[in-house]
């Protein structure tokens, strides 16, 4: 025989249980004459075949058939005295829920106009409170089927991140401009949520958004960016070059002597890519930076007809020099970065008493 509920109350609702039903499983087993004992803050709604129906506000009620007008109507009521029914009844807590966490589970990618694409993730809070405690079991519970209060936070917070991602896209702001929006897009972003959570029997109380970070991925391409701006390099090639090349004055200034020589060979290989095109070309500048203005002089000058790695003579250091000035020309660095690598070298034909 089933068990008659003729006590219906939710006394331990905590203060972050949006829902608490009763019974937890299956239909209860309830009759006109029961009480229903309702507390502040919470609303009694009783759900049948799928649909929120009669509502209870706070304070002690006997279920009749006229503060059940909805219900009794659907019912065939038995015979023998009981006037039993079956029903869910379920307590909602219409409290402020604040400090709501939200955050994106996975990154958002934007089109970003520094960056071209850039993945960020984001992460704040909210409070809300259940405003219309029969639509919110009914759409909730009756669509949906969630009545706990991780699962009804769950989809709250995925509504959330569709309209941050929902606004992102359409300010058309970089990573870089985001910072000093964040008031903005929380207005926005509220605006937006306001209408689907009251579609809910929701309000939104505040909105914020805390913290807009990079991952991993982009944070590098931020920092190679911020690098390329510092050795004053106008695209990604020529800022690999210039770090290259600069690796070389880094490497003499720091081992000096074979030591020092020795890394300013590797970092030229590395800067002008020592292929067989770029080894020409320095073998042609060498060769015309130490052509002899007379014929008796040409014996002297024959070793620069070769390009070598490591520059270690006051005339290596010179055609190396050249060979700037002709990329330059070329259109193959910048200026500023050409006057960088000039003066370093320069530098370093003086202290060979070139």
Known sequence: MARIIDVIEAPNQGANDMVVRIPEFGAGD???????????SQTAVFFRDGKALDTFDAGRHTITTANLPLLSGLLSLATGG????????????????????????EPIALRDPDLGLARLRAFG???????????????????????????????LRSIIISKLTDVLGESKKGLFDLPAMFNEISAAVRAKVTDDFALLG?????????????????????DKRAAMGAVGAGSFIEYQTGMAIGGVGQGAAAGGGAGGTAETGMGLGAGMGMGA?????????????????????????????????NPTTPAEVQALLDTLDLRLANGEISESTYDKLYARWETRLKEMGG
């Open 125 to 155: 809070a909210y409070s809300m409170a259940v405003v219309d405690p029969q639509l919110f079991v009914a759409k909730i519970v009756g669509t949906m089927g969630l009545f706990q209060t991780s699962q009804v936070q769950n989809y």
């Open 82 to 105: 009981n006037n039993m029914f079956t029903a869910e009844v379920y307590f909602v807590n219409r409290r402020d829920f604040i400090d709501q966490k939200w955050g994106t589970p």
């Open 30 to 40: 309830f009759r006109f004459g029961s009480q229903v004992i309702v507390r502040e």
């Open 277 to 309: 095109a770029m080894a020409g070309v320095m073998a042609q500048a060498m060769q015309q930076a130490t052509q002899p203005k007379a014929p008796a002089a040409a014996a002297p000058a024959a070793p620069a007809a070769a390009a070598p790695a």
């Open 202 to 222: 929701i309000g939104i109380k505040q909105f914020f958004l805390e913290s807009v970070s990079p991952t991993e991925e982009t944070q590098q391409a931020i």
